[in-house]
């Protein structure tokens, strides 16, 4: 905090000195033995830039970057315990083969030959037995993930899946096919942001939490729409616990006050736009009246925010979200949001949507070679109206596989990834990992998916790491570029995924693909920006500076009508509502509840809760339950419930409290964990993906992890 606070101080001054100045500071007092060195925070996806103190080749302390404008001189609590990351007892030390059942624990450790030897051999009679789209690739966010996608590639395989389809695809496929680019949002300069279903405040994305925290310290109005109080709603200015599911209603309903009382940006949309006939059509019968009683918002309020956020636009706007796998009509949700922007005139204006620069680094290219006994397509094609190619769908990859339809996989490679807690019913992953011949799983520590696996290999920490050169987008003139370097050298056996998959490639004969080092491959990729490489050697990150809106004019839209698509006629091409059309959510049975997922400023996804620093944070997890139903329950709080669904169940303490609505019940991620080698956490709280259901969103495939209704009682 007093860096900060000194760095902005003084920064206006000569900002380049006084924070050089600050980076070095320790160095001078601290001796020969102490280092400062920079890096890239990987706690999870934000890549805040950090400068790590080592002293006598122990890593002390991490603090943030300076220089580094996407993430404003903040480490998060998280990014502070990554030390403890590091030097975790219960890293994973050696490659493991699983001996005995699936799910025993029962391990014999390996030399790294014999790991690599039975990983290709495996791959190789898959590959043979099963064409290689019988192996399917998983890796979640990380800079050395192209690496995974370059050996599926090379191998021949196109069943590859990121996370993404586990968080944020149909947030994409709606902005991408109204505006024909996914937005970023100018949080920092606006004046009026409605939030729905997002969480800036616990949920961190960097610089949007702390470009929140400015923009309404000058001023600018929060409304915020959960049916949970998150540390965002108390920081609103308004919050409204809506009705679970509702969220369309709503945006339609701004649109019909937008267009029927002339308050659109007409300019603009007359300009700009596609469809506005169409438009003022359909969201006739959406009334503020009507949207009242679908989303427990009064019409009044609704109507007052049509109206106050048509007087601050173009400096207004709905904050496009993050995670969206949520509901089986998330696209269309999430079009309702991107047309009511649309009415408001914000895009590629400061306060707006904004489409940031990125920098185009290169690579080290490389040819596919083509298996002819391949199968047609990817095992999960045709199962949503419009999926990612690149992505495919997690819920739909592992209904083919558990199916055999249209082909067996057999064969599964994870890294740094962990469905068996971040995929919504662990019980189908279960049924899933049962149908295979091989998984081989590449973590830091044993986590619920490693523990499935039959081969585990250790990975070192973000801190050990050399990866790649990453160029990020982020808004308000803050894009960039960042990179890391070992900051200790890998501890144990751990090795990085870079060097498993040139170690698999070697074997499999494929090696002239991989026949590079990371220098190399950082070379090819900052060949032709000399300016990069030196920003990253001086301030440990490249920052582009300078407006990142107005950049788009003039320009056309990447869209079939070269407009922002109000009405998108490719939709109906592929079956789908060109304008999104309200369904209610499916109605919650008596005395059940509908259960929601999030997160709090100091849990990632499945990945911290073990954390020496964090767990001390939050030791098990809760259910929430509201006053109202716990009483009628006869639940008091503290005491242990089950929580129950079609897809399975959970025991924890209930929380009783009015931070969430009557009919929704919340718990964190993380808790309930299968696998043993989770010594802080083994046996603490329930896991929360053995309850939920696995729908999906019917365009793009992502999970839709609140469709699940449950029963909550007294624990026996
Ligand atoms: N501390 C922390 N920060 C993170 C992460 C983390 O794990 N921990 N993960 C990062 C990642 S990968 C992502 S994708 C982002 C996620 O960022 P967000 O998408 O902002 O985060 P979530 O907590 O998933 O927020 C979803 C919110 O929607 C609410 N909600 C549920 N149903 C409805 C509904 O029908 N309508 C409305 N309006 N709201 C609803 C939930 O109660 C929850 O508070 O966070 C990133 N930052
Ligand atoms: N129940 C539930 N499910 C969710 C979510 C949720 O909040 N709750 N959120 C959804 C969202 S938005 C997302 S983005 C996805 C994310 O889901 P995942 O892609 O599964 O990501 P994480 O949960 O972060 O899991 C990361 C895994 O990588 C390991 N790991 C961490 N650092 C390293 C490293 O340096 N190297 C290697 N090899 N491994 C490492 C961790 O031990 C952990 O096992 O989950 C989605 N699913
Ligand atoms: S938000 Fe926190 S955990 Fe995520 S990269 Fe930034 S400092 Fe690390
Ligand atoms: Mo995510």
Redesign the pocket.
Known sequence: MKLSAATAAVASANPSRVLHALVKTDQATAGDSFRSIYSACDM??NKCGLIARVQDGVVKKLDPNPFSLKSRGMLCA?GNAGVRQLYDPDRLKYPLLRKGDRGQGKWQRLTWDQALDLCAEQMERIGREYTRCGFLFMAGTDMQSTFVHRLAAVYGSYNVISHESN??LSRNRAFLDTYGVVPTADVLNCKYIIM?????F????TPDSMDLMTAMQNGCKLVV????Y?KTAAHAHEWYA?K????MAFFLALAHVLITEDLYDKEFVAAKTNGIEQLTAHVQPYTPDWAARETDLPARDIRRIARELAAAAPRAMVYP???SS?YKDSTQIRRSYAIVNALLGNWDREGGLIVPKKIKTGSIPFEEPWFDENPEDRVDAGRAQMMFDEEGSFKHTRDAVIEGEPYPIKGWLTYKTNPMQTGANRNKTMQMINKLDFMVSVDITMSDTAWMADLVLPAPSYLERQDPISAFLASSACSGVITRDPIVPAMFESRPVFWIAKELAKRLDLMEHFDFTIEEFREAQLKDLPEVAEALDKEGVYNIVGPSYGLHEGKRFRTRSGKIELHNARYEDHGVDPMPVYTPPQAIPENQFRI??????????SASTNNSLLWELEQENTLWIHPEAARRLNIAHGEKVKVASRAGSGILKAEVTEKTRPDTV?MDTVFGVISKGLSKIFGQGACIADVLEDEADAVSGNMAM?ETMVTVSKAA
């Open positions: 999870c996806f998280r968080c944020l729905p279903g997002a969480n800036r616990e949920a961190l994305v729409l959960d049916p949970r998150t809506i679970p599911g509702t969220d979200g993050r995670r949520d929601v997922v999030g997160r709090n400023a100091f849990i990632t996804q919340y609140h």
